[in-house]
């Protein structure tokens, strides 16, 4: 069954430029960073717009002597690409400018107090768990509008705008109230990750029902693996996504959506208490708790080294261990298994959406030149050096054509062309309420270590989300797919 919010598997493909792609050997959509999605927020102050120069190889009316800076998540993408590549573009087209490039994981840390200060980075990619929270940026008026860049000339094809060479889902997810604030440059797969090779020489198959999970479940505990694990420290948000993705295969992206919205509830839903209470067994059959005080790369490790066959994460998890990843490990995407007989969603549904964002500082000191920045990153050969040195794939149509692709990749795509359809939704929350999204990822791992019930989850986020709707402080975004 699909529902209106769905993005069917040819049109994702087909606007990337991928259909030929999928259909051989080689093929398929990845990855977003390591968290996700897009910008939605609430903007309660006018977003800087910037005018459009008469030049269409300078629409932004670049200074080329002025300087730029640009601040990049070192997280599973690395920075080398913004480093080696995107600002090595920007420097052959304006020879001679100076660009201040700043890698961190701590992007909250360092930056809130430079967006206070009044002494901001051009160029914000806005990821990992400390990420900026949007709504207070937009808010304050820190976002500068994108619609300039999307109405820009494509670099590749003048004739063309930015707008029309990337997928359709970058310009959905980049509104924030109404305005285009956001650039989502990635396309992930989240669901459960294991090795393709372990499976193979095991002889196992990859469940697709949850009697199916539970009995793999016990094989591997007489083997000393566990079934399934999530990393406490630093990531448990992978399981709030999870459960979430979990409850819309049984309900309906409908359920997230209503989440979404605030509607009255929500979160007390059938299909919401069915995935919290399915993966809370989980944990307390075949999990560890010693893995609540393990970090995101602590636990891919312990993947790496067959102590655990599924991991809730996101495409990027391949790049992000590359270093680290045996001969005997190869990484493939597992859908979650029908937990009951009616899902609504088939097996094989998996979420496939756009994120890793990036935003131009209204206030910084080169608000043109973060523009053309991005509009450099949205080249063919920005986003084909990005997907050849991170081995995750953009959002712009056509720029992984020809490329090599790993093994997670091709697993990817084979999965996206398998759900067709049946594309599970984001959940828009966790950038339009922040404080709603970080309870999520606190409640999660105490709901999962058995010390509060499914229904009290539940009721605990129903009655955070309860108040946010109450708040008049808080600017109010509304989805209807």
Excluded at 402 to 420: F, H, N, W
Excluded at 427 to 437: D, H, I, N, S
Excluded at 445 to 471: H, L, S, W, Y
Aim: hydrophobic share 40%; aromatic share 8%.
């Amino acid at each position: 069954m699909t529902h209106p919010g769905e993005i069917t598997r040819r049109q994702l493909l087909r606007r990337a430029g991928l259909t030929a792609f999928v259909v051989g050997p080689g093929a398929g959509l990845l990855s977003a960073c390591a968290t996700g999605g897009a910008g939605d927020a609430p903007s309660a102050a006018p977003s800087t717009s910037l005018a459009a120069s008469a030049d269409p190889k300078n629409p932004f009316g670049v200074d080329a002597k002025k300087p730029l800076e640009v601040t990049i998540f070192s997280g599973g993408y690395g920075d080398a690409y913004a480093r080696d590549l995107h600002e090595v573009l920007y420097k052959k087209e304006f020879p001679g400018v100076t660009i201040k490039h700043n890698a961190t994981q701590q992007i909250s840390t360092q930056l809130r107090p430079r967006f206070v200060g009044g002494d901001v980075p051009d160029v914000v990619n806005n990821s990992g768990p400390e990420a900026l929270d949007l709504a207070a940026l937009a808010t304050e008026g820190h976002l500068a509008d994108l619609a300039p860049l999307f109405d820009a000339p494509s670099i590749d094809e003048p004739g063309k705008k930015v707008r029309d060479t990337v997928t359709p889902a970058v310009l959905d997810n980049a509104k924030i109230d109404g305005k285009d604030l956001v650039l989502n440059y990635t396309v992930s797969h989240r669901a459960l990750w294991y090795n393709a090779k372990l499976f193979a020489g095991k002889g196992w198959s990859v469940p697709k029902t949850w009697d199916e999970f539970k009995a793999l479940g016990e094989t591997a505990k007489k083997e000393g693996i566990l079934l399934f694990a999530y990393p406490g420290q630093k990531g448990p948000y992978y399981q709030l996504w999870n459960v979430l993705y979990t409850a819309a295969k049984i309900g309906g992206n409908q359920v997230i959506i209503d989440i979404d919205n605030l509607v009255d509830n929500a979160w007390n839903v059938e299909a919401m208490k069915q995935s919290v209470t399915a993966w809370v067994e989980i944990q307390a059959k075949y999990g560890d708790k010693a893995y609540f005080g393990l970090d995101h790369t602590q636990t891919q490790v312990k993947q790496l080294e067959n102590k655990l066959l599924f991991y809730p994460v996101g495409s990027w998890v391949e790049n992000e261990m590359v270093k680290d990843t045996p001969l005997d490990f190869e990484y493939a995407i597992a859908p979650i298994p029908d937990v009951t007989s009616s899902d609504k969603m088939p097996y094989g549904a998996i979420q496939v959406g756009v994120g890793e964002n990036f935003f131009v500082a209204a206030k910084g000191k080169n608000p043109q030149g973060g523009l053309e920045y991005l509009r450099i990153m949205l080249s063919k050969e920005g986003a084909k050096g990005f997907t050849e040195r991170t081995k995750n794939l953009t959002v712009v149509n056509g720029a992984a054509e020809g490329l090599d692709l790993t093994p997670g990749l091709k697993s990817a795509a084979k999965a996206q062309d398998a759900a067709g359809q049946n594309i599970i939704t984001d959940a828009r929350f966790e950038g339009w309420y922040k404080e709603l999204f970080d309870y999520g990822t606190e409640q999660i791992n105490v709901v999962m270590a058995g010390r509060i019930t499914p229904d009290k989850f539940c009721a605990n986020m129903q009655k955070k989300a309860d108040e946010i709707k109450k708040d008049s402080s808080v600017v109010k975004q509304t989805r209807s797919q």
